[in-house]
């Protein structure tokens, strides 16, 4: 997970989270350095923590703030995003094992809430910005989080729709 982030990397990077259910920074920052020495390479910190944003800012991975203190004492955890296809990158499969973690279930209606409100501010900020192609993105993410998580997303969809209408309008 050395060369530049992509739609495969993201995946992976929701792999690695989906084995536990979720985890911290801190936690995800152990079990990609324990990859990368099951995998005979070293860590680019750098390259992994632009890939784990990227993965966050396209919504393959999802920061899910827990309503239960666990032994962590961090309340944001990441979890796997909507639009992610989960996969296991080479030798992953043992890490929960290697890191004794324990799995964690996550509330699924609270983490479409947390990620319902995330979608709106994302659509805000990109229709003020006249993002065309953040609006385009997250047009998708908001049929996908519906079908992942128990959320009505009619409001943050219709402004992105409107949006894009105006847009093109524009471009007549």
């Known amino acids: 997970m050395t060369a530049p982030a992509t739609a495969e990397t993201y995946d992976e990077l929701a792999g690695v989270v989906d084995l536990f259910g ?3 920074r801190e936690e995800l920052h152990r079990a990609l350095g324990e990859l990368a020495y099951k995998q005979g390479r070293d860590a680019d910190e750098t390259a992994l923590w632009a890939a784990v944003d990227g993965a966050i800012e396209a919504y393959y991975l999802v920061e899910y703030e827990s309503e239960s203190h666990d032994e962590t004492g961090d309340e944001t955890l990441l ?3 909507p639009v992610a296809f989960p ?3 080479p030798n992953a499969e043992d890490l929960p094992h290697i890191l ?3 799995r964690r279930d996550v509330e699924r209606e609270t983490l479409g809430e947390q990620v319902h409100e995330r979608l709106l501010g994302d659509a805000a900020r990109a229709v003020n910005n006249d993002d065309e192609e953040r ?3 997250l047009l998708d993410v908001s049929y996908d989080l519906e079908a992942w998580a128990p959320v009505t ?3 943050a969809r219709a402004r992105l729709d409107e949006a894009l209408q105006d847009k093109s309008a524009e471009g007549e």
């Open 79 to 81: 979890t796997v995003g």
């Open 22 to 24: 979720a985890l911290t």
């Open 100 to 102: 004794d973690i324990e």
């Open 153 to 155: 997303v009619d409001a």
């Open 135 to 137: 609006i385009e993105h």
């Open 87 to 89: 996969m296991l990158p």
